[in-house]
């Protein structure tokens, strides 16, 4: 059994997970990110999870961060207050928790769910995990061991950031029909595939209840399939991360 801690930018939610399984082990549990989204602030609203939780200190917790997380410390923050940029994640947890954590990117924690339990377990090779929302978040993982912080979605393609272009929240933004979206993904997944050459491609993120309306009309060397997990996955990698520390 490990504990789950999502971050978001509107609410931070937790659970128990079963390890042997991959599914939550009772009820998830859900508060609004605080405003502003401080460190020390987000940091109390996981005291408050795990309390609900009832979490025992033997319970390893691992804890998913939309944001690259280097040596345990955030280069840069898009989605939360900027105080958080510098800020060592590990050591704020673990003051406001009085336990040790694990941290780790989201997709990072997303992609770790889909090889230990989801779409692409017992898949050998090079996994590219890509979860598909306002922008493009990424997970490489390589015989189960997860090369962190790629930021995939940021790739330069055709002078655009790739996920101006490809991203599901810009097909909503620009009213794009499946097939004009289906396009900007081609060449989006093309490329990845002409630098990476990898042996799976998952695709996550909420248009991936849609998955027929699209994948279907990209032609790939590599296999490319839905997510499993959807939205437990960050919950579900961040308990397995924090499991194996």
């Known amino acids: 059994m490990a504990c789950g801690i ?41 005291r408050q999870l795990l309390e609900q939780l009832e979490v025992g200190p033997e319970i390893p917790v691992g804890v998913a961060l ?3 997380i280097v040596h345990g410390v955030v280069p840069f923050m898009a989605n939360l207050d900027q105080s958080w940029t510098g800020a060592n994640v590990n050591e704020v947890m673990e003051a406001a928790l009085g336990r040790p954590v694990v941290a ?6 997303a992609g770790l769910a889909e090889v230990a339990y989801g779409a ?25 061991t997860l090369v962190p912080n790629t930021e995939l979605g940021h790739l330069e393609i055709d002078g655009h950031d790739a996920e101006k272009q490809a991203s599901a929240g810009q097909k909503t933004l620009q009213d794009l029909s499946w097939k004009k979206w289906a396009k900007r993904l081609q060449r989006y997944y093309s490329h990845v595939e002409m630098l990476f050459s990898p042996d799976l491609f998952v695709v996550g993120g909420g248009v991936s209840r849609k998955h027929e309306k699209f994948l279907p009309l990209l032609e790939l060397k590599t296999p ?16 397995y991360q924090a499991s194996r520390a």
């Open 104 to 109: 780790l990117n989201d997709a990072d924690a």
């Open 6 to 46: 999502d971050i978001g930018g509107s609410g931070i939610k937790s659970a128990l997970v079963n390890l042997e399984t991959g599914e939550l082990a009772g009820e998830r549990v859900r508060i609004e990110t605080p405003v502003p989204a401080t460190p020390e602030a987000v940091a109390e609203v996981c």
């Open 66 to 68: 939309p944001a690259p």
């Open 224 to 239: 490319i399939v839905p997510a499993q997990l959807l939205n437990t996955a960050g919950i579900v990698g961040a308990a």
């Open 120 to 144: 692409a377990k017992g898949v050998p090779g090079t996994i590219i995990v890509t979860t598909q929302g306002t922008g493009i978040g990424s997970a490489v993982i390589v015989d189960g």
